[in-house]
């Protein structure tokens, strides 16, 4: 299984394949992180081998700066080949992402499995669940409204307009 991670003790991101009952060791620092010999069977992983969550969820094994890097690439020829630039290197782009499969992430401590394929129970990112399994937040100290809608800048009274009155 090929997983991409983070040292839990000096946080260095780095990719290696694990097996089951071996230990990895990081790169960067030599500190041990043992895998259960029971983590996943085949290519499903039910709970994160290396810190044991539960909570995973899918994710497109795409490399988003090379996505974006296609789309600028497209948009610099623009004027020679009259906007059909774009729209071949979008076409790569999205044949790139189709191409690709999911991967397995876990919420707790964002491992990448690279050779995993996504349960129907592992869902795309949640982003409130990602920062509640990671962070330990409750649902009690989430703010009512935390979407990120315009603040309305509509001032209640506009003293600051200056009145002009025509006396000619
Ligand atoms: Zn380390
Ligand atoms: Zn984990």
Redesign the pocket.
């Known amino acids: 299984m090929r997983i991409r991670?983070q040292c839990r003790d000096c946080g260095f991101p780095f990719s290696t394949e694990i097996e089951p009952d071996r230990a990895v060791d990081c790169p960067s620092c030599g500190a041990r992180c043992g895998i259960p010999a029971d983590s996943w069977e085949g290519s499903r992983v039910d709970a994160?081998?290396?810190?044991?969550?539960e909570h995973?969820y899918r994710q497109r094994d795409f490399n988003r700066g090379l996505g974006c890097l296609l789309v600028v690439i497209g948009a610099i020829f623009v004027p020679w080949t009259f906007g059909l630039s774009l729209v071949a290197l979008s076409l790569v782009d999205l044949w790139l992402y189709k191409r690709l499969g999911d991967t397995v992430v876990?919420?707790?401590?964002?491992?990448v499995y690279r050779d995993a394929k996504p349960t129907p129970r592992q869902t795309e990112v949640d982003l409130l669940k990602h920062d509640v399994v990671k962070y330990g937040k409750t649902w009690q100290e989430l703010p009512p409204e935390d979407t990120g809608s315009p603040v309305s800048n509509a001032a209640p009274s506009g003293p600051a307009s200056e009145e002009t009155g025509s006396a000619a």
């Open positions: 991670t994160c081998a290396l810190c044991g969550c995973l876990c919420y707790r401590c964002d491992t």
